[in-house]
């Protein structure tokens, strides 16, 4: 599909201390700026993401990978629902809404959770009436991240990329080697860009 114009990865339910979705946090001063922000986006940026559901905080909270998908799926809900609630249906919501999950170590079953969610998706489609492709956005786990020997980090965040990219990941952040040890420095930045081009260029 069309590649969108820019994204605002909204996140206002995840909750990253728990791992959970707190729906509540949907007041209605929240509501009101969500719909603004997704009716500025239908006027004045055509294609632009919105709001971002993600089930990241629920996986470096150590949930599973069901765990982690029903998050994304319910705080993809949520935000339909909140839409409706202002006026948006979920034909025109759906469309402004990012999908987001890790990628780990574990190369097939990142595979198959990333396909697994564009299938949830397809689904949440068919129940609410919307017909809009998810949009995928992937990080790589830092859960994940070895602190005593942060080198090995370089192989693990190598291979939770190459499972984003084979499960159809629309954007992919890797993280630097040296995440688990604080802000990273010019080196590890890099070799996380490089990480990026060397699997685009193998692919």
């Not at 780990?104 to 079953?109: T, V």
Request: negative net charge.
């Amino acid at each position: 599909g069309e590649r969108p114009a820019c994204g605002f990865g909204v996140d206002t339910i995840s909750n990253a201390a728990t791992g959970r979705i707190d729906a509540s946090r949907l007041t209605n001063d929240n509501l009101a700026w969500e719909a603004g922000m997704v009716g500025f986006a239908l006027e004045s940026a055509p294609g632009a993401m919105v709001l971002r559901a993600s089930g990241l905080a629920c996986h470096e909270a150590g949930g599973s990978e069901a765990q982690e998908l029903s998050a994304m799926l319910a705080a993809a809900t949520a935000y339909l629902r909140a839409g409706e609630a202002c006026q948006i249906s979920p034909r025109d919501m759906a469309p402004r809404i990012e999908i987001e999950l890790a990628a780990d170590a574990e190369l097939f079953l990142s595979i198959a959770k990333l396909r697994a969610a564009r299938l949830l998706w397809a689904r949440l489609g068919e129940e609410c009436g919307f017909e809009s492709p998810a949009r995928l956005a992937v990080q790589t786990s830092a859960r994940m991240m070895c602190v005593s020997d942060p080198q090995t980090n370089m192989v693990r965040s190598c291979v939770a990329a190459l499972a984003a990219g084979i499960g159809g990941a629309d954007a992919v952040t890797i993280l630097p080697f040296t995440h688990a040890l604080g802000q990273p420095d010019a080196y590890a930045c890099r070799i996380a860009r490089n990480t990026a081009h060397l699997l685009h260029e193998e692919a």
